[in-house]
């Protein structure tokens, strides 16, 4: 019997050794002050309701510690996210198509427009309500890798997480986390020689063909949104081999597809209409063998000889209308696949609409785990709460299978197969204690002196400017001021 009184059957039993396998190597993971770090992700996981501050959470029966602990865990403990990585990916790893890994990337702010003493803050692009609906707020950016699945559902699994920095450029980081997550997923096994191309989902803001230009030799297939106004090119004919021709040096281009002018669109290669349960009909249009114009510029700037021609396929997508039955406008994509036949364009926008379970995820970790509730002012401090939140979403997708619905009154209820990742977690306190417990016991103590009763905080604390350094150099202090 589980510990919710069900009888445990294979997928169960399995799930259980998963959860208990993965609580010990996260223990494993812990450096500095690993029984306190370890005992904060359980109150994460069991605490009742959203976890809506830091010092909150050591009132829950799972942290057996002082408040004092849990402060100096987050500040000064330790996570070995090298080894956690790699532990993530030797989980079972959700698939799409079949059996293909589909990985979606986008960034999520951790806005901190107050905190004028927290170093290597960005200026986050965020949507707001009223009229200036997009603003650009303070924060540290950070990056996830996901890994989708199929069907309607909320969850994902996490793979990676980066903090942008102001030094950073961002689609080189990009390019970076996705080299070394496709690396260890074919160190763990996961990928193999044989295996349909790795799928990467992006939104737009992304340079896709920048990304597929440098990811060229690793087995992934890029599929991003691009802006409704680009211009396209299509390849030039090659020139006869023998006979007369035109004099000159060869065209690389030919004629130009502006996407918001329908009379200079080219015969397309494909065309498709799908149903779909969410937004009606879906038309997919395609033309194969597109590139844009690049230039001596920004990335290629400095390049020997002339900028490359990064080619791939243009999707036209006009579903009949949004959930809530609203207009929608076309959605322009880009894949990396050059020659994509009818059946890559469809799981290409099919995958592209799987991307927004990645936003589902962010706003659980917000709205419930209380990812960005805390006032952290160190970075590193902000990077091991993060990872800290990553593994209590990944202990949430092990118990899927062995959680319990405990729904409210007002809530339909759902069967184990569709349980969302909130419901998950208020039941998981009934599973932790039939899991395993790595820490060990609190050692009685006493807190420390502190500052003396009347005396003031003279430590000067120092104040950051906010953006990008123009020498491509850290961020610096820019003043300092007394905090009282």
Known sequence: MDSVGRPVGADQGLAAMELDRFRGELYRCLGR?????????????????????????????????????LYDAVNSGEVNTAR?????????????FGGRIVLAVDVSPWLRPDAETCPDRLFCHVYGRGRATRQRIPGWPYQLVTALES?????????????????????????????????????AGRWRCGDPAILVVLDSGYDVH?????????PVQLVGRIRADRVLLAPAPPRPPTGPGPIGRPRRHRAAMV??????????????????????????????????????????????GPPPIVEGTVIRLQVEHLPGHRQAPPVWLWTSAADADLTDVIRCWQAYLRRFDLEHTIR????????????????????????LVIA?????????????????????????ERLTPARVRRGFRHLHGKTTQPASAPKPS???????????????????????????QRQGPSREKVSG
């Open 392 to 416: 209590a979403h990944t202990q949430l997708r092990l118990a899927r299978a062995l959680a319990r619905d405990l729904r409210r009154p007002w809530e339909k209820p759902l069967g184990p």
């Open 33 to 69: 002050r690993a029984d306190e770090l370890f005992e904060l992700v359980d109150a994460v996981l069991c605490a009742e309701g959203p976890v809506r501050s830091l010092v909150g959470l050591c009132l829950a029966p799972e942290h057996r510690r002082g408040h004092g602990a």
């Open 151 to 187: 069907g309607p559902t909320s969850w994902t699994a996490v793979l990676d997480a980066v903090r942008l920095g102001p030094a950073d450029d961002a689609t080189a980081v990009t390019a970076e986390q996705l080299r070394a997550v496709v690396e260890r997923l074919r160190a």
């Open 84 to 96: 956690l990585r790699e532990t993530l990916v030797r989980l079972p790893l959700p698939r799409m």
């Open 210 to 218: 920048r990304l597929a230009f440098v990811l060229a030799d690793l």
């Open 364 to 387: 659980l970790f917000k709205q419930t785990l209380g990812w960005t509730a805390p006032k952290i002012r160190s970075p590193q401090a902000a990077d091991r709460w993060t990872w």
């Open 446 to 472: 006493h807190p420390g002196p502190g500052r003396r009763r009347g005396t003031k905080n003279r430590q000067r604390a120092i104040r950051y400017d906010v953006g990008k350094t123009a020498t491509g």
């Open 259 to 304: 996407l918001a002018d329908p009379a200079s669109w080219p015969a397309p290669n494909t065309r498709s209409r799908t149903a779909t349960d969410r937004y009606g009909q879906a038309a997919a249009t395609a033309w194969n063998r597109m590139h844009p114009r690049l230039e001596h510029r920004g990335p290629w700037a400095g390049a020997d």
